[in-house]
């Protein structure tokens, strides 16, 4: 087998190449394509096909020097025929990736979804390495995890195994975008301590935070984190609740899964350190005591890197 794989993480605003070296885990090469704008299967297929190519160029690899390349996408996929089956995200449905990338490179092609890839990666070569039972969980725009059992991410009857977000925290809570009420992903995202504070600004309350804020554009994690470096008590606030809900789901897998180990990674755990810290302790304290003396919690380590490592190592 040759060391070298291509991965990509195939994400709602940006498609990540890179070259990795699979013994070492180290991303020889990589390049970035936004897919902000230029969404839809034609404009995907051609900015992935355009960036293995200048990947190839610019680091002078020859495509006979390539294992495979293997793409973890943001949404649903059929991972045995390498078709991704719905990506709203990247306004993608029934695009055959695997079909198009062998007829331009000749190379095995192996599809995943963006969160197992992650996981795979925080495996090989990040925060999990050494361990083979754990659950990731990923709290950005959304919150997504993998289920991790003996080494294999675990999959499940549709291939939607690991769909935390929409865990059903609050019987006759906030409507989600999957249309059920009460998902978690409604209360411990990004987006959802996003729209916590924007109505409490729009009832009058003060917060730190307008000093970042920019008219059309989201809150990021990073306006959160600088808010909280000033004590603002809005933003605490809304962010203890989303802590208080995602504690609340976590304590749930511990005692439905028992894992040894749970990562938490993503925007904003990356970013916001007291949201992570807040959310452990609560964690540790909500689920049964047994289960609570095994669990370890550790921050993703490999970042944006974490996809496309685990990319190269879907088969
Ligand atoms: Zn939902």
Redesign the pocket.
Known sequence: MKKVSIGIDLGGTKILIALVNKETGEVLHHVKKKTKKDKGPQNIIRKMVNGIEELLEESKFHIEDIDSIGVGAAGQVDRENGIIIGAPNLDCYDLNIREHLTSHFNLPVYLGNDVEIAAMGEMKFGAAKGCDDFVCVFVGTGVGSSIVKDGKIIHGATGTAGEI??M?VDLNGRQ?????HG????YASRSAIEKRIEGALRKGRHSAILDYMETGKSISSSMIQKSIERDDELVIQCVNEAAEYLSGGLASIINFINPKLIILGGGLIEAVDYFYQTTIKKARAKCLPVPATKIEFKKAQLGDYSGVIGAAFLK
């Open positions: 977000g929409h059903i989600c975008a999957c249309g059920a998902c978690l992903e409604a």
